[in-house]
């Protein structure tokens, strides 16, 4: 029996989602490989800038979240490559994007790992250091050789993958399809979320929605140990 409440001054939150659009400093974020910045996802167009990371050289950028989630959760990013040049073939080979799971925030083959292969590889899932799920339904070897597809499927595309821990079941889906499933006897409990790449494109990201069962503590970006005291002079 009181005043209606317009929906669109609501806000709904929780303390066991996470909801980062980078807006403001990436302080739950630790860079470990590559260089992280604002930054243009278009040679062509550098006015248009978002978070992103790109490796140097074709080295790989790695970006571990501080806090520890544990438990069934839920990993959502809106995510795209960057330009490698102005000029064919405008993005090198192979394009690939990266997120895991239940790390230990050191490698990436501690938790679960799905590398998205875009149109150039397969998409892979990876329990450790091991090959658990693969398809190939979205390889696509003409795609360069098509400038409008190519636009349209990378170049203005903003992919959602989003990978999944409920019980032992660990799913991972491209733009709401599932493409790579497997069924862990022995599921990891938390750890550390992570975005990675590898090779000169680099790695633009729009949002990272991560919910989860439980939280855990932050990981330090310091050393467990104590620096040694320095040497004095007699």
Known sequence: DGKP???AQLQVRSAFLSDETFAAAPAGWLPDAGHWE???RWACSPQFTWFGGKGVGSGRAVLWSKQRRLGDQELDVFVSQSMF???PPYYDGPLNIG???????ISLASGYFLLFGLYDQPTSLYRGDKLVARCSDLIRPDLREQIDALATLIHHHW???RLVRAGGKIEGFVDGRLVVSYED??????GQAALATCGPNGLMVARVRHSFERGGEAASPFSDSPPAPAATRA
């Open 5 to 7: 409440v317009d929906p």
């Open 38 to 40: 604002m930054t243009s």
């Open 85 to 87: 040049a102005r000029k």
């Open 99 to 105: 997120v895991a799971l239940c790390t230990d925030g």
């Open 159 to 161: 992919f959602q993958l």
């Open 185 to 190: 006897p022995d599921p990891l409990a938390g």
